[in-house]
Each structure stands twice: as structure tokens, then as C-alpha cells.
């Protein structure tokens, strides 16, 4: 089992950046695909931003995030983060942290592990 805890997330202004952070515990960290998603009120759950396991030579971006946000991994304290610049009211949703076994990042949802994730709200 792998235990996801996201955390950062809360209220900035527009044109504001926060960064989430997603500690893991239980399992070896440093090859797994790590993920964000979010999920905005009444809509589904979307694909943000991925990298894939060991170094994260690799990583992927929603279109609506590119260029403004940044995944990045920190293997020594078992930690990813998404580092988001120029918030817009629509990122406004809860994000969740995504984990998996394969070091393969998918932009899928096909993770094996979840976090409870972390309420950003982005006021206009």
C-alpha cells in the first residue's frame, strides 16, 4: 500500500501561483509514475500534469496547464509537487495526487493509488 497526502493547496487571486505538495509513505517512492489530477464542482476528473518514475527525465501537461505549471519529483523526501504560476478562476477545483507502480506516467487516469486531495480556489 501507498499512502498519498497532498497539501499547499487553498485561496490565492488570480494571476497568484501556489505550490501542492504530495508526501508518500508505505512503499519505495522513487520508482513510481507520479500524477495531479483535479476536479472541478459538477465536472469529471481531468488530467493536469505527470512524470514518470526514478528521475522524471519525462513529463506531461494538460493543454490547459502548459506553460504555466510545473511537475517536479524530490526522491530523498518522497515528495512530488505541482508548482502552479498564473492561476486562473477555471483551475479553481480540488486536486488530487496520483500514484503507480509502473514508472511509465500515463495521462489516464489508471493510477493504483490516491490521495484525498486538496482544495484550490482561484477568485477573479
Known amino acids: 500500500q501507498v499512502q498519498l497526502v497532498e497539501s499547499g493547496g487553498g485561496l490565492v487571486q488570480a494571476g497568484g501561483s501556489l505550490r501542492l505538495s504530495c508526501a508518500a509513505s508505505?512503499?519505495?517512492?522513487?520508482?513510481?509514475?507520479m500524477g495531479w489530477f483535479r476536479q472541478a464542482p459538477g465536472k469529471e476528473r481531468e488530467f493536469v500534469a505527470a512524470?514518470?518514475?526514478?528521475?522524471?527525465?519525462?513529463?506531461y501537461y494538460a493543454d490547459s496547464v502548459k506553460g504555466r505549471f510545473t511537475i517536479s519529483r524530490d526522491n530523498a523526501k518522497n515528495t512530488v509537487y505541482l508548482q502552479m504560476n498564473s492561476l486562473k478562476p477555471e483551475d479553481t477545483a480540488v486536486y488530487y495526487c496520483?500514484?503507480?507502480?509502473?514508472?511509465?506516467?500515463?495521462?489516464?487516469?489508471?493510477?493504483?493509488?490516491w490521495g484525498q486531495g486538496t482544495q484550490v480556489t482561484v477568485s477573479s
Open positions: 496520483a500514484a503507480d507502480p509502473d514508472p511509465k506516467a500515463t495521462t489516464l487516469g489508471k493510477y493504483d493509488y
Open positions: 508505505g512503499r519505495p517512492f522513487s520508482s513510481y509514475a
Open positions: 512524470i514518470t518514475g526514478w528521475t522524471g527525465d519525462n513529463t
